[in-house]
């Protein structure tokens, strides 16, 4: 789920506790806690993405292990043999 830091405490404005039983009801393999910053929202709006802007940051780490736990349930369900690929088509084009 989501939280932001402040008064030196953790706040859960949408709640703490129910992704467990999101995780239990629906079988999902992993949950992630995004933070959320001020920074996120303005470094999108600069053009530079918060993950570029601050690489060992929060809120890049929690993006990179979500990343790897997509690639890692892509080829789980690869070798399971459910789909013949995992991929995806670019939606953007970074070239200009």
Not at 34 to 54: K, M
Request: aromatic share 8%; hydrophobic share 35%.
């Amino acid at each position: 789920m989501s939280h932001f830091d402040a008064d030196g405490k953790s706040h859960y404005p949408f709640g703490k506790g129910l992704g467990s039983e999101v995780v239990k009801q629906f079988g999902i393999p992993n949950l992630f806690d995004f933070p959320i910053r001020p920074t996120l929202s303005a470094s999108g709006d600069r053009g530079v993405p918060e993950v570029v802007a601050d690489p060992l940051g929060e809120v890049s780490k929690t993006f990179q292990e979500l990343g790897i736990c997509v690639v890692q349930q892509c080829a789980k369900i690869h070798q399971q043999g459910l789909i013949e690929s995992c991929g995806w088509l670019p939606l953007i084009s970074l070239s200009n």
